[in-house]
């Protein structure tokens, strides 16, 4: 069964699915560190993404630029965890590793509320008895 | 002090501020008065400098990281740097971090391997990004760009 995390943010709660074959070494990274906590900073260029602070330090991993609604990735430059609510044609190379499955119009809600008014606390947590996809 | 109180220091420091906002924060936003007592700019250098910290911090460690990167230029470049950033560190409010960095920067000399240089550095990065994102998820973005983009449209 296909590793599951939970994304609380704000009022709402989505899932997401590691993409363990592409980026497992993140995927073990970010693992390790969870439960995440933190206030959602929204990005100032490069579109409809937020992101959270980790203290983690992890090598890039299946680099991408360009994002999808929905991608999760790991920026190595800001130790963050982004998280894309919109397609981000994208600045930089970071590490996808996630992808939200279930209730991405909630995060695309508390995305847009994070622009005008940032720090939304989000936790991050797994989930221990996976979901079906 | 050895590397690893040194280490312990920062990691202290940084696991309190991780998930309680510091108090030199709300100083930095608003307490600190500069020309004419606006606390704008205070505010700015506060976000600034933290986040440019956390990134030029980040270069070192991947510097440190090179075979041929030798420590005492390591160590000198780390020290300057922080030393450099001291001035906009105070004029944003966060006096907290000053005394830290100025603890840092008197037992840099004291660090005797690369390992241990890369471990304070890694915690000096997680320290400052975090501190970042407390004073910039307390910016009010939204309405200054929004003022921002209606003055250069008069200008």
Redesign the interface.
């Known amino acids: 069964m296909v590793r599951q995390i939970q994304i609380e943010i704000g009022n709402e709660k989505a899932v997401a699915v590691l993409l363990e074959e592409d980026a497992p070494k993140t995927c073990e990274g970010i693992l390790k560190a969870l439960p995440l906590k933190g206030g959602a900073i929204h990005a100032k260029f490069a579109g409809g993404e937020f992101y959270i602070a980790t203290p983690i330090f992890l090598e890039l991993e299946n680099p991408t630029i360009k994002q999808d609604s929905g991608n999760i990735a790991y920026w190595p430059t800001r130790q963050s965890l982004c998280i894309f609510y919109k397609e981000v044609p994208g600045l930089g190379e970071v590490s996808l590793f996630a992808k939200v499955i279930k209730n991405l119009e909630g995060i695309q809600r508390e995305g847009l509320k994070c622009w005008i008014k940032p720090s939304t606390p989000v936790e991050i947590s797994e989930i221990r008895t996976p979901t079906g996809v | 002090m050895s590397d690893q109180k040194l280490i312990e220091i920062v990691k202290k420091k940084?696991r309190e501020m991780?998930?309680a906002k510091p108090k030199e924060v709300n100083r930095a936003l608003t307490e600190v008065k500069g020309t004419y007592g606006q606390s704008f700019f205070a505010a700015l250098y506060a976000e600034s400098t933290t986040r440019d910290l956390?990134?030029t911090l980040?270069s070192v460690r991947d510097m440190a990281k090179q075979e041929g990167v030798g420590l005492s230029t390591l160590k000198l470049f780390l020290k300057n740097t922080l030393e450099c950033n001291l001035t906009y560190l105070e004029w944003g409010g966060l006096d907290d971090t000053v005394a830290l960095i100025r603890e840092v920067c008197i037992e840099i000399e004291k660090i005797d391997s690369k390992e241990s240089l890369i471990t304070i550095l890694?915690q000096l990065?997680?320290y400052f990004?975090?501190l970042n994102?407390?004073i910039?998820?307390?910016?009010p973005?939204?309405q200054l760009v929004g003022v921002y983009e209606w003055v250069m449209k008069e200008v």
């Open positions: 940084t991780w998930g956390e990134m980040m890694e990065i997680s990004n975090r994102f407390w910039d998820g307390d910016m973005w939204f």
